[in-house]
């Protein structure tokens, strides 16, 4: 029950190839490698939630897995939960099932094409026959594999997210600079990122990150070292800049309209990012529950996102970005949604109340919309 591009044809396609199954002991029959893909999310203390996993270790145990078996695991694991789950194996008397580390990088929206073509492929094993098993199975792939023990295999793939989390922050903290002494973020993110040391992808700012990754591994890799007695201080700026950054647009619609009580804003695009219709830690709810504590009427549209009122109680939905414009004092760009950027904004500013226009993803050409007529304004860069 997911939007992922391309991936209902792919499944299609191989329909054949395919079987479900509840029963895990028919699974166990016909499987040699068997991926845990379970979620871990985090625990009121920030730490992650392992207790599927811990089921599915019950449930082996009463199917009896056995020698012939290799646990993956795929879902993202503090460091440390492998050595767990050995251990666990062995007091449930599984001490001959195999065990590796195979943490998973996709991203949503480019799930496919991420799996196919990955930058590198990571394994952590206990024993090398373990690894190599699973490095067989990725051969087709010819990727770069990077193979090592259990405990650094799961430390990449937290290391990874957070450091991409930390590329995000700092860039956001570089717009608002900014927009302070009148640079404009693009161009700097662009010059920045030339360097090879640097890189360009994700220098991009906007409205901050969110998604089921970034914000619940950044928090478990800092509860992780709290828990080991370090205090990762970097990890706590780049989770307070990015709660910040989900608020600023609010400061930039009052400067623009004053009071927001009364006021009708219009949100485009509300999943965390374009392509998915995940709306887990997306900056869109925290926007508009605040908008909505400032009396203000919000409504959003978004092409696959259609139930925004269920998560957020007071949040209009339209159907178009025609509905959700008409009338309004602003509108914000929060999901650069390809259908959204492309919009017919030159007749959509008549429309409107006030043309206000914020871009929270700086997605759109500011002096094109300040030609139709539009206030802009999007994230470090001046207003035309
Ligand atoms: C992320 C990791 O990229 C992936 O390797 C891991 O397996 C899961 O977590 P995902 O959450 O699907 O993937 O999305 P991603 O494309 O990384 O974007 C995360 C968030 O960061 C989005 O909200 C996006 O809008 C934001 N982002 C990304 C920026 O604000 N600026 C950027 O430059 C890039």
């Not at 030339?194 to 906007?206: H, K, N, S, T, V």
């Amino acid at each position: 029950p997911i939007y992922e591009p391309g991936l209902d044809s792919l499944m299609v396609d191989h329909r054949e190839r395919l079987s479900y199954t509840l029963s895990l002991d028919q699974m166990l029959g016909r499987s040699d490698v068997v991926f845990i893909a379970v979620d871990t999310p985090p625990t009121y203390s920030g730490d992650a939630d392992l207790s599927r996993v811990m089921t599915v270790l019950d449930e082996l145990e009463a199917t009896g897995a056995d020698s012939r078996h290799i646990l993956v695991m795929k879902s993202t694991v503090p460091v440390g939960t492998g050595e767990r789950v050995r251990a666990e194996l062995e007091a449930r008397g599984l001490g001959n099932v195999g065990y590796a580390s195979n943490p998973e990088f996709l991203k949503e929206g480019a799930a496919i094409e991420d799996f196919l073509d990955p930058d590198r492929v990571v394994i952590g094993d206990f024993a090398p026959e373990h690894g190599d098993a699973v490095e067989a199975l990725y051969a087709p792939l010819e990727a770069r594999i990077v193979r090592t023990t259990v405990p650094s295999a799961e430390m990449v793939k937290y290391a990874s997210n957070a450091f991409l989390a930390t590329k995000i922050s700092f860039i956001n903290e570089i717009a608002n600079v900014c927009e302070e002494v009148g640079a404009d973020v693009s161009v700097v993110a662009e010059g920045m990122g030339l360097d090879q040391r640097i890189g360009p992808a994700f220098l991009r700012a906007g409205v901050g990150f969110g998604g089921s990754c970034f914000p619940k591994d950044v928090t478990a890799l800092k509860q992780l070292a709290g828990n080991s007695g370090y205090h990762f201080q970097l990890l706590t700026s780049v989770i307070e800049v990015n709660e910040l950054q989900k608020r600023r647009v609010v400061n930039k619609l009052k400067k623009h309209l004053d009071t927001l009580e009364g006021r009708r804003v219009a949100l485009l695009g509300l999943a965390f990012k374009p392509g998915t219709d995940d709306m887990r830690e997306a900056s869109s709810l925290v926007l508009a529950a605040r908008l909505l504590a400032e009396g203000t009427r919000v409504v959003a549209f978004d092409p696959v996102v259609t139930n925004a009122g269920d998560l957020v109680h007071g949040i209009e939905s339209a159907d178009s970005v025609e509905a959700a414009v008409a009338g309004a004092d602003a509108a914000v760009l929060v999901t650069e949604w390809k259908s959204i950027v492309d919009s017919q904004w030159g007749s959509l500013v008549d429309t409107m109340a006030t043309p206000v226009l914020i871009d929270g993803r700086n997605a759109l050409d500011p002096d094109e919309m300040a030609a139709h007529g539009y206030t802009y304004e999007g994230v470090g860069r001046t207003s035309p």
